[in-house]
């Protein structure tokens, strides 16, 4: 039972435009959510957070955006670079304790 | 400062064999928490610890334990490995594991024949 769903396996975009990476929840009761980045071979990076009683969190040029009603939260990236080319997981917990994790979404970003 | 160590970086066991691996979480960190990554899928949460306590169990069979030491460093314990156990493991520490952040070691790649 996928509680956090990316349903995009791949995404490619121009070097210096938005990425926007995609994530459903079933869980009403998740209230923390992460985004991480992944590349081969090596563990996953945290990105940034968001917490349920907020629906907008930036730090540079990652932004997230969460929707409580729909379930849905999204990674903004601007403006995008090579350099994030990798794979791109959302996670959600209740209380932070415990992460589902979606099966993530691989960025390709071409120069 | 060091980030989230892990040990070994990877090993190749036998069916039937016991594996141990390792983690010592970020300077400060009390909560560490385990995660089996397999081929194209998402990290599945195994265990979570803090305080030297188990916070959290996923749905992992017996054959899978974990334990924390008073300096915070961690083991998880798999017995009796199975092809299917072939997998990353990987270990996160956070400050207090609520709602704060969680960074990965590098993992463990571990490889059962």
């Known amino acids: 039972d996928q509680q956090v769903k990316q349903n995009s396996p791949s995404l490619s975009v121009q070097e210096g435009r938005i990425s926007i990476l995609n994530c459903d929840y079933t869980?009403?009761?998740?209230?923390?959510f992460l985004w991480y980045k992944k590349y081969p071979a090596e563990g996953p990076t945290f990105l940034i957070s968001?917490?349920?009683?907020?629906d907008k969190n930036e730090d540079g040029r990652f932004t997230v955006f969460l929707n409580k009603s729909a379930k849905h939260l999204s990674l903004h990236i601007v403006p995008s670079q090579p350099g994030d080319s990798a794979v791109y997981f959302c996670?959600?917990?209740?209380?932070?304790?415990?992460?589902?994790f979606g099966t993530g979404t691989s960025l390709t970003v071409i120069p | 400062d060091a980030g989230v160590t892990q040990s070994p970086t990877h090993l190749i066991k036998t069916r039937g064999q016991h594996v141990t691996l390792r983690c010592s979480p970020i300077?400060?960190?009390?909560?560490v928490s385990w995660y089996q990554q397999v081929l194209g899928q998402g990290p599945q949460f195994i265990f979570q610890y803090y305080e030297k306590e188990e916070r959290g169990r996923g749905n992992f069979p017996d054959r899978f334990s974990a334990r924390q030491f008073p300096n915070y460093s961690s083991e998880l314990n798999v017995n009796a490995l199975l092809l299917g156990d072939s997998a990353l493991y990987l270990c996160a520490s956070s400050k207090t594991g609520g709602y704060s952040e969680a960074f990965f070691g590098q993992g463990t790649r571990l490889t059962v024949v």
């Open positions: 869980n009403s009761m998740f209230d923390y």
């Open positions: 996670a959600a917990s209740i209380t932070g304790n415990q992460f589902y």
């Open positions: 968001i917490s349920s009683i907020k």
């Open positions: 300077s400060g960190h009390k909560s």
